[in-house]
């Protein structure tokens, strides 16, 4: 029998909701069909945008949504995507499948399906090819509070009020597709674009800097060193590979020798955010910058027949694994890691929704995502599970992982990760500092390759889990492999 052991009273960080955000970008059927459908549609829709998806969405607590990209990002030009639709300017979307872009989706129709869904708008400038006038100009569209020529031009396309705009990452990949610039440029760069990203009336802005590629800790700490007063948050972006990119392995169809390799690259984060952290805590040991890891997910072959700019892949039980032990890594971190988004939110890498015309499924990512809501500002507690290496020679990892929060209604929320594929453990789990008035248990499980599908929607969904007692010190359990259980204390 395992321990798993909670200290309630020993409270730590809080958990920063935005922790549990999302990545839409101009990229594939993300947005246009994923999310917007253009008010003509058949599919049922409000202002365009898709309604199915906002109750699916607002069903999962979203926080916060990253627009327009992503690699767009920086050849997005904004004021290509305001005005009447019949004359916004069009332009290839050359990053992602070379298909035209017509802009009808933009900055209010954006700003339209934050209000929709109840998130955060983080809104990613272009500082690859865009100029300071333009991103500057672009904050006094959104924010601008009385008369000003771009307040003037907001109200002329139909709002009067500004919008609260906090998130703003000037730049993105600014190391590869933003420009392929040195740490060093960058972060001059930065300062620069920075310097007129102004705050108007009550806004507020959080601006967020371009961080590194998974383990360039050099990148870490020249933009740190060179820019680190100027900034609220700095980047990180890790995709998680079947092997590595050169060979990401397919979404489905894998073996255990797959899904071994996968979690275990899924478990590299630790590591990243452990020595990204110890880099900014050597010029910012008070923790003010944020880690915002705002691209991570599995990356895998898009699926047979599907365009290879598209990045459209299938999501099963492993999927759900790795969501599960991200959220309860950056849970762990989250003294530094305030932000993330995984990429991206509907038909592209590792969606929470996949649609088919006017179908919609819901991935078991999903499933995490609207389980883990209970960690969303909560206050993370001590917790400590007894492990054992399960796998394969090449790819060994902790057989189970966890976290717990205490949420402000003072209810415990412990999330369980078991990643073995093929052996259920015993758990005996003890509370500390912690009366147990009820207990309520959700599980997510299945066999490994498990997925929903257009025919079969619900193979993979969250159920009632009863296999528990209420022992005196604590709970004892059974949790099945390929398993994300969830209990709720009151
Ligand atoms: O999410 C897909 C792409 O991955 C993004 O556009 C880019 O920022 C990253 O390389």
């Known amino acids: 029998m395992s321990k798993l052991v909670i200290h309630a009273g020993n409270k730590k960080s809080r958990i920063n909701k935005e922790i549990y955000g999302h990545f839409s970008e101009h990229l594939g059927r993300c947005i246009y069909e994923g999310l917007y459908v253009g008010e003509n549609s058949k599919i049922p829709n409000k202002k365009g945008i898709r309604t199915d998806v906002v109750k699916a969405l607002r069903e999962m607590k979203l926080p916060l949504l990253r627009w327009p990209g992503g690699c767009f990002a920086d050849e997005y030009h904004w004021k290509d995507g305001i005005g009447p639709k019949e004359s916004r300017k069009k332009m290839i979307n050359t990053h992602w499948g070379g298909v035209l872009e017509d802009n009808s989706f933009g900055t209010h129709e954006f700003l339209e399906l934050c209000d929709q869904i109840g998130c955060r708008p983080y809104i990613n400038g272009n500082l690859g090819s865009g100029t300071v006038q333009e991103m500057s100009e672009w904050i006094e569209y959104m924010t601008f509070d009385g008369v000003s020529p771009m307040a003037d031009l907001r109200a002329k396309n139909g709002r009067k009020e500004p919008w609260e705009v906090k998130y703003f990452g000037v730049g993105n990949e600014n190391w590869g597709c933003g420009g392929n610039m040195t740490p060093e440029y960058y972060a001059n760069e930065y300062r620069r674009y920075q310097t007129y990203c102004r705050n108007y009336g009550k806004n507020r802005l959080f601006k967020i800097a371009c961080g590194p590629n998974v383990a360039d800790y050099n990148w870490c700490d020249t933009v740190m060193r060179i820019a680190r ?28 020798e797959g899904w071994y390799k996968t979690l275990k690259n899924a478990l590299y984060m630790e590591e990243l955010v452990t020595r990204h952290a110890k880099i900014m805590d050597r010029y ?5 910058i944020a880690l915002a890891v705002d691209e991570w997910g599995c990356w895998f ?27 309860n890594i950056f849970n762990k971190h989250s003294d530094r890691v ?13 969606s929470v929704i996949l649609t088919e015309g006017e179908k919609m499924l819901l ?18 507690v001590d917790s400590f599970i007894e492990t054992k290496e399960v796998g394969i020679d090449e790819a060994k990892v902790p057989n189970l992982y966890e976290s717990a929060s205490l949420d402000p209604d003072g209810k415990l929320n412990v999330t369980i990760n078991n990643l073995s594929v093929t052996d259920a453990y015993e758990i005996n789990g003890i509370l500390v500092d912690r009366r147990i008035n009820s ?42 492999p390929c398993g994300i259980l969830h209990f709720t204390v009151e």
């Open 338 to 350: 305030r932000i993330a988004n995984i990429a991206q939110l509907i038909n592209v890498l590792q």
């Open 284 to 288: 910012d040991p008070g923790k003010h």
């Open 363 to 380: 991935t078991p990512t999903y499933h995490v995502f609207n389980m883990y809501k209970c960690h969303q500002d909560a206050t993370l």
């Open 301 to 327: 072959n898009v699926e047979p027949g599907t365009n290879p700019g598209f990045l459209y892949q299938q999501n099963t039980m492993r999927d759900a694994l790795v969501a599960g032990i991200t959220l």
């Open 229 to 256: 007063p100027y900034m609220d948050a700095l980047s990180l972006h890790y995709y998680t590979f079947e092997n590595k990119w050169e060979e990401k392995g397919n979404a489905t169809g894998f073996d255990e």
């Open 439 to 480: 207990v309520k248990a959700e599980i997510l499980t299945n066999e490994m390759g498990a997925h929903n599908t257009f025919d079969n929607p619900d193979v993979v969904h969250t159920q009632k889990f009863k296999n528990f007692k209420v022992t005196e010190k604590g709970i004892d359990f059974n949790i099945p």
